[in-house]
């Protein structure tokens, strides 16, 4: 039972290839790359050569004069030792030579490393991950004002099929001096719906999805989570606000609560019904530079790496999803925690 299914934003033509009758099976593997303490280099990342934190936060747990020492760090901010981005202090010039084309990859590449060896985000307490998302957001807002970037990524890799070098739970920052092709896709998809039909594409998602329920997993006062109609992978998962909001680092204090608990469930439902899945998570927010996207609306992005694509895949660029929105959704909905 196959149907292809259109990205209401991108364009992209999605197959989905599954049985639907049947309940998929998540298996555990022992799948994590291993890392001892004693060689693990974000186990103290200053002893390592990692610099000094950009930025920190201390535990949950510590109190008084503690919360002011370094040493007690739950969260901390660094530079990035092998970079993919240069250090620069003036923007780059484009070079054209003849069909080629090129200028310098400036920008910034830091690493955000939590303290527990082997807890990632979906077993943190409630308060270590506010933390975390905290750190984030002032990331964020600090890259967003240095020259040159025009679009500052948050992601994290959980597990070898997600990518991950380092088995200590940690994710990255990158502030890039371009807007990439797949994030413009996406503002473009939502500029041009926004022209025909003068509202927020992702809000009519939204409108839609609470109706129907069927592809719902969470929903409190300020945000939802679904399992989108056209999926990109098996059980992707979507974090939204319910209130429009182009920008990431604009929410309110008052959602900010909201927002804390959404993630919390929605990593805890996704280790418990799909078994602690290797996965990669983004944050879809606008170019902090322009004030021209009152279109896009910022989104909380989780891909479950559940299989490896193949030639279908590679060849035609139509991803393959093995396992129906709905279905991925009923079973991430019915996980108790």
């Known amino acids: 039972m196959s149907e292809f299914r259109k990205d209401i934003v991108s364009g992209d033509w999605i197959l989905v290839a599954s049985g639907s009758a049947k309940r998929p099976h998540f298996l555990k593997e022992d799948r994590r790359k291993k890392t001892s303490i004693k060689k693990c280099p974000f186990e ?140 413009k896709r996406s503002l473009d998809g939502s500029s041009r719906y926004y022209e025909k039909h003068k509202r927020c594409v992702h809000c009519t998602v939204i409108k839609d999805e609470s109706r129907a329920k069927k592809r719902v997993i969470y929903k409190n006062k300020h945000f939802i989570v679904i399992c989108p109609y056209a999926s990109h992978v098996s059980a992707e998962i979507r974090l939204f606000p319910i209130t429009h909001n182009p920008r990431f680092e604009d929410m309110h204090e008052a959602q900010y609560d909201s927002f804390v608990e959404a993630v919390r469930v929605v990593f805890a439902k996704l280790n418990k019904a799909l078994h602690d899945p290797d996965y990669n998570f983004f944050i879809h927010t606008a170019p902090p530079k322009s004030k021209n996207y009152k279109h896009y609306h910022w989104h909380f992005e989780i891909l479950p790496r559940t299989n490896i694509w193949g030639g279908v895949e590679l060849g035609t660029g139509i991803e393959v999803v093995r396992i129906l929105p709905e279905n991925a959704a009923k079973i991430l909905r019915a996980a108790k925690v």
């Open 44 to 183: 103290d990342p200053q002893k390592s050569g990692n610099g000094d934190a950009l930025f920190w936060r201390p535990l949950p747990t510590a109190s008084g004069e503690n919360r002011e020492k370094f040493s007690s760090w739950f969260v901390q901010v660094v530079k990035n030792k092998f970079p993919i981005l240069n250090p620069h202090k003036v923007c780059p010039v484009t070079v054209k030579n003849g069909s080629e084309q090129s200028f310098g990859g400036v920008g910034f590449h830091e690493i955000v490393v939590t303290r527990n060896h082997a807890r990632s985000l979906g077993f943190m307490t409630r308060e270590e991950l506010k933390l975390v998302l905290e750190t984030y957001r002032e990331r964020y807002r600090a890259l967003s004002s240095e020259k040159c970037v025009e679009y500052v990524l948050i992601y994290h890799n959980n597990g070898l099929k997600a990518g991950a070098t380092v088995g200590h739970p940690h994710s990255q920052i990158v502030a890039l001096p371009i807007i990439p092709t797949d994030v």
